[in-house]
């Protein structure tokens, strides 16, 4: 019988992806994600031995979350993100930042967090970058949001860690490691981090279209054996293939237009309480249209016992309450974004977004308004540009 469901609802998904694929193919549409606003990671300038100067990186954002479904939680959060730094090329090749990173919550007395910001960024040639400190994640790592919540751009405390960059006109990839908790002996509590590598492989890039194939593998590890923290040891890994599609349109209204579709597979802890069963998949197709009037996005998901820890948890099929778990959902997801270039790397940004779960008949939408600010000043001159 349980063979028989699982080839029923294989057979329903396999037409639903492929109406969908046909119906998106005729869409315009572009980008794996709809948050190229979320950057304020500076531009390494190779020409800039000597350099120094004072840097702000800043965002201030309102979003609003109506939500009624279990996975996902209904709230409003204002607030401003605000780094200052010093930035320093000591060598053609290096560029060092330190300073502070301040998240506060409008309506509260408290701080959300405060932490040191560090930066070392080598660059041995044009293609090539290592980073250490703190990390450059902008636009999300290029993640679709089933595998990287966007709010945690501007919530979480910056990744930091260890991370290497390559990029050519054919090929380019993202490797890093998120240390968000080491550990020491005798530690109460179990070291954690998450991981990711990106790549992108141009199949086809001629006469204003270009085809790509995005791989990434991204995770979540929690364990050690120097601690004392109970339990055993967790890893939550997802691999995700990709085909995206983009198409350049000579007109001024409409700008460009193109095609995503993802395959997930998601595998969980061994012998784990809450997750008994050992891995679950999730397909997503998308499409948008840009435009100089903003972006519209037409997006479909359908999840099958789905879950990565940092993804958007709408998408998710763990519920975060005890053992509840949601075996199949389907989404329609229609967004649309607009961002306006104020002056160079200072953005204001307007999004909204709304889901609909076709299973449970619930609609579930979100708005945000956010300008984001990127600038430096040379003490012997009046600006400078960071980006």
Do not use: C
């Amino acid at each position: 019988m349980k063979l028989l469901q699982s080839a029923m609802i294989h057979k329903k998904f396999t037409k639903q992806a492929l109406i969908l694929i046909l119906v998106f193919a005729g869409l315009q549409a572009t980008a794996q994600n709809e948050y190229s606003i979320f950057k304020s990671y500076e531009r390494f300038k190779p020409d800039s031995t000597g350099t120094f100067y004072f840097g702000v990186d800043n965002v201030d954002f309102f979003k609003n979350n109506e939500n009624k479904l279990e996975r996902s939680i209904d709230y409003t959060i204002t607030g401003t993100l605000f780094r200052p730094k010093v930035v320093y090329y000591p060598d053609p090749k290096l560029r060092m930042e330190l300073g502070g990173h301040v998240l506060k919550y409008n309506g509260r007395n408290d701080y959300a967090h405060i932490s040191p910001w560090f930066n070392v960024h080598y660059q041995p040639t044009d293609k090539i970058a290592v980073i250490l400190g703190n990390l450059d994640a902008d636009q999300n790592h290029f993640l679709p949001e089933q595998l990287y919540n966007p709010e945690l751009f501007y919530t979480a405390t910056p990744e930091a860690g260890l991370q290497a960059k390559y990029h050519s006109t054919r090929f380019s990839s993202d490797l890093w490691i998120d240390w968000q908790q080491m550990i020491l002996p005798g530690d109460p509590y179990k070291e954690r981090f998450v991981f990711g590598a990106r790549t992108d492989l141009a199949i086809l890039n001629a006469n204003g279209a270009a085809l790509s194939f995005p791989l990434t593998m991204y995770g979540l590890h929690e364990g050690g054996t120097i601690g004392t923290a109970a339990g055993l040891a967790k890893s939550f890994i997802t691999v995700t293939p990709g085909l995206v599609f983009q198409k350049r349109l000579p007109g001024k209204l409409f700008t460009d237009w193109g095609l995503n579709t993802f395959f997930s597979l998601s595998t969980y802890p061994k012998d784990d309480v809450i997750f008994k069963q050992a891995d679950g998949w999730g397909f997503f197709v998308n499409g948008t249209i840009n435009s100089t009037f903003g972006g519209l996005s037409a997006a479909f998901w359908h999840g099958h016992l789905f879950y990565t820890p940092q993804g958007g948890p709408i998408f998710q099929s763990y519920t975060g309450t005890g053992t509840d778990w949601i075996t199949n959902h389907v989404l329609i997801d229609l967004k649309y974004h607009y961002q306006h270039l104020i002056m160079k790397d200072t953005f204001f940004g307007f999004m909204f977004d709304y889901y609909y779960d076709t299973i449970r008949k619930v609609a579930v939408n979100s708005e945000g308004l956010y300008l984001i600010v990127n600038f430096g000043v040379n003490p012997k001159r009046k600006k400078y540009e960071v980006q």
